[in-house]
């Protein structure tokens, strides 16, 4: 695990719907917009909000969203040219911000220029072992072809051929080359595990310092460290507990899920988050608004690599739908400068600030363990312990309306951060709230 890594909260955007950019790859031959540049005024906005890392969604040139990939060395004419992307990259440096590119290698588009060699020549074509085909299935290109998930647009590609295998370690050794820090791996539980073993080894002979985390839902997180060699996963599991306990009122779930994250915990520190680009938002999510901040809580308390989905740090609203265009809602594109949000937004910019102060404070968070300590259906208090048991906090969550005092053992003097109005309740808690105490 790189050093790096253990201070890092990362502020997470898709570029193309970020910047406005069109639906629809521009025509060939048309200019590229240099939308990059736009990115600038909200980096002081990301630092100011605590975080020191911009996890970029998709910037390779691409038909539509960008994760139906058609090359992943050139940047997205929608989004600018490669020194749009140098100046935004040298901008991060500038502030000390570290930089992960999102990189789709299960699949590609049709477009991607060996796929198109396939649909020119057949059988004739040398790319045809870079995909699972079937010349003798039915189909409109008059063969049968492997997707993702039913998606025609998106095809599968052949992870059994080292073509593949020598091309994706290409891609991800020319971008760390180009300055950034690491990959979030798209779809990585769909990719042979010895395919990520075997490509993500190639990179880290040149860049040992590089962080990979892959886009995994569930199953045997610890698999794709051990045998895959990322460093880590996305913690799908505790962010469904996180909303569905609060809104069941069941904080069993979420400790069961903390037991589960300490499992994770031991072999590697889980890329954890309460909102991003393919789910719904957390305020949309929450049935009772007022339980937004114990989910930030709890974020922020627990062990991992946090990330910010952009906008849920202003309380943005939006449901994921299951339809075409489904994700327009929760992937809105912003104004052109933090100043131009709304103005109800802030005070959640400011909890978040708060609670990301906190976890500064304390940097052994990135892989603590929690212990229960009080477990009802809507209280909930944990201590979150350092590797070592030198460092403690205690995390107390009240998601009923009425106050409740939790009958937990402090020593010693405590600084108290809470939801409430800055006096010292100790661990009497309003409802619904959380507080957090520390050592003073």
């Given at each position: 695990?790189?050093?790096?890594?253990?201070?890092?909260?990362?502020?997470?955007?898709?570029?193309?719907?970020?910047?406005?950019?069109?639906?629809?790859?521009?025509?060939?031959?048309?200019?590229?917009?240099?939308?990059?540049?736009?990115?600038?005024?909200?980096?002081?906005?990301?630092?100011?909000?605590?975080?020191?890392?911009?996890?970029?969604?998709?910037?390779?040139?691409?038909?539509?969203?960008?994760?139906?990939?058609?090359?992943?060395?050139?940047?997205?004419?929608?989004?600018?040219?490669?020194?749009?992307?140098?100046?935004?990259?040298?901008?991060?440096?500038?502030?000390?911000?570290?930089?992960?590119?999102?990189?789709?290698?299960?699949?590609?588009?049709?477009?991607?220029?060996?796929?198109?060699?396939?649909?020119?020549?057949?059988?004739?074509?040398?790319?045809?072992?870079?995909?699972?085909?079937?010349?003798?299935?039915?189909?409109?290109?008059?063969?049968?072809?492997?997707?993702?998930?039913?998606?025609?647009?998106?095809?599968?590609?052949n992870h059994d051929e080292p073509a593949v295998v020598d091309y994706v370690a290409e891609v991800l050794r020319h971008w760390l080359d180009f300055g950034i820090d690491g990959w979030r791996l798209d779809a990585a539980y769909a990719v042979p595990l010895p395919f990520w073993h075997a490509a993500?080894?190639?990179?880290?002979?040149?860049?040992?310092?590089?962080?990979?985390?892959?886009?995994?839902?569930?199953?045997?997180?610890?698999?794709?460290?051990?045998?895959?060699?990322?460093?880590?996963?996305?913690?799908?599991?505790?962010?469904?507990?996180?909303?569905?306990?609060?809104?069941?009122?069941?904080?069993?779930?979420?400790?069961?899920?903390?037991?589960?994250?300490?499992?994770?915990?031991?072999?590697?520190?889980?890329?954890?988050?309460?909102?991003?680009?393919?789910?719904?938002?957390?305020?949309?999510?929450?049935?009772?608004?007022?339980?937004?901040?114990?989910?930030?809580?709890?974020?922020?308390?627990?062990?991992?690599?946090?990330?910010?989905?952009?906008?849920?740090?202003?309380?943005?609203?939006?449901?994921?739908?299951?339809?075409?265009?489904?994700?327009?809602?929760?992937r809105p594109p912003f104004p052109p400068a933090p100043a131009d949000l709304a103005a109800y937004g802030w005070p959640t910019y400011h909890l978040h600030q708060q609670l990301i102060g906190l976890r500064r404070r304390h940097p052994w968070l990135h892989r603590a363990t929690t212990r229960k300590l009080v477990v009802t259906n809507k209280q909930l208090a944990y201590e979150s312990v350092a590797p070592d048991g030198a460092h403690r906090l205690i995390v107390?969550?009240?998601?009923?309306?009425?106050?409740?005092?939790?009958?937990?053992?402090?020593?010693?003097?405590?600084?108290?951060?809470?939801?409430?109005?800055?006096?010292?309740?100790?661990?009497?808690?309003?409802?619904?709230?959380?507080?957090?105490?520390?050592?003073?």
């Amino acid at each position: 695990m790189t050093g790096w890594v253990e201070h890092v909260v990362w502020w997470h955007a898709h570029p193309l719907t970020f910047l406005g950019a069109e639906r629809d790859a521009l025509p060939p031959g048309a200019p590229a917009v240099p939308r990059l540049r736009a990115f600038e005024p909200w980096l002081d906005y990301l630092v100011e909000l605590g975080c020191n890392g911009l996890a970029l969604g998709p910037v390779f040139a691409s038909a539509t969203h960008g994760y139906d990939t058609v090359d992943h060395l050139r940047v997205d004419p929608r989004l600018g040219t490669e020194d749009d992307l140098r100046r935004l990259l040298d901008e991060c440096r500038r502030r000390g911000i570290r930089v992960l590119f999102d990189g789709v290698f299960n699949h590609v588009g049709r477009d991607f220029g060996p796929f198109r060699d396939v649909l020119a020549n057949g059988r004739s074509s040398s790319y045809k072992n870079w995909f699972r085909l079937d010349f003798d299935g039915d189909g409109p290109d008059g063969f049968g072809y492997a997707d993702f998930e039913g998606h025609r647009h998106l095809v599968a590609l052949n992870h059994d051929e080292p073509a593949v295998v020598d091309y994706v370690a290409e891609v991800l050794r020319h971008w760390l080359d180009f300055g950034i820090d690491g990959w979030r791996l798209d779809a990585a539980y769909a990719v042979p595990l010895p395919f990520w073993h075997a490509a993500v080894g190639r990179a880290r002979e040149k860049h040992p310092d590089a962080w990979f985390v892959g886009e995994v839902l569930h199953g045997d997180y610890p698999a794709w460290v051990s045998d895959g060699g990322l460093d880590s996963v996305t913690q799908y599991e505790l962010w469904k507990a996180i909303w569905s306990s609060l809104n069941d009122l069941n904080f069993f779930e979420l400790a069961w899920a903390l037991e589960r994250h300490d499992t994770f915990s031991a072999t590697f520190a889980p890329m954890t988050f309460v909102g991003n680009h393919d789910v719904t938002r957390l305020a949309s999510a929450l049935t009772e608004p007022r339980h937004l901040g114990l989910a930030l809580a709890v974020l922020f308390t627990v062990g991992g690599v946090p990330s910010v989905y952009a906008g849920d740090e202003q309380a943005f609203q939006g449901v994921k739908r299951d339809r075409e265009f489904g994700d327009d809602e929760v992937r809105p594109p912003f104004p052109p400068a933090p100043a131009d949000l709304a103005a109800y937004g802030w005070p959640t910019y400011h909890l978040h600030q708060q609670l990301i102060g906190l976890r500064r404070r304390h940097p052994w968070l990135h892989r603590a363990t929690t212990r229960k300590l009080v477990v009802t259906n809507k209280q909930l208090a944990y201590e979150s312990v350092a590797p070592d048991g030198a460092h403690r906090l205690i995390v107390l969550l009240n998601a009923a309306t009425e106050p409740y005092d939790f009958d937990v053992t402090t020593s010693g003097p405590l600084h108290v951060v809470s939801s409430h109005d800055g006096t010292d309740h100790g661990t009497s808690v309003p409802g619904p709230g959380w507080s957090v105490l520390e050592p003073a």
